[in-house]
């Protein structure tokens, strides 16, 4: 079992950073692939980024490459969610997950957290 939980989240004007943090507790939190999610009003969830259990390999999504960088402190039980650049279409509630593979499936993910509010106003 894998409890998350997300911070770090909340109003930025566009253009802005946040940082999302996502603080795991539980067993062997090293083993697994962890990755960010979102889902803005009235749409479907989506998937932002993803790494892997060690952090050597990272995943994202067009719309946040080259803005958002996912990172990992495994010593610390952390996964984070640098966001720059960012733009109203980015506002959201984010979700970290944790699950084998950093890929975009969501449906390989096995453990959620409750999401944490990140607006970002034009």
């Known amino acids: 079992q894998v409890q998350l939980v997300e911070s770090g989240g909340g109003l930025v004007q566009a253009g802005g950073s946040l940082r999302l943090s996502c603080a795991a507790s539980?067993?062997?939190?090293?083993?697994?692939?962890m990755g960010w999610f979102r889902q803005a009003p009235g749409k479907e969830r989506e998937f932002v980024a993803a790494?892997?259990?060690?952090?050597?390999?990272?995943n994202y999504a067009n719309s946040v490459k080259g803005r958002f960088t996912i990172s990992r402190d495994n010593a610390k039980n952390m996964v984070y969610l640098q966001m720059n650049t960012l733009k109203p279409e980015d506002t959201a509630v984010y979700y970290c997950?944790?699950?084998?593979?950093?890929?975009?499936?969501?449906?390989?993910?096995?453990?959620w957290g409750q999401g944490t509010q990140v607006t970002v106003s034009s």
């Open positions: 997950a944790a699950g084998k593979l950093p890929r975009e499936y969501e449906y390989e993910y096995h453990y």
């Open positions: 539980g067993r062997s939190f090293s083993n697994y692939g």
């Open positions: 790494i892997s259990w060690g952090g050597s390999i990272t």
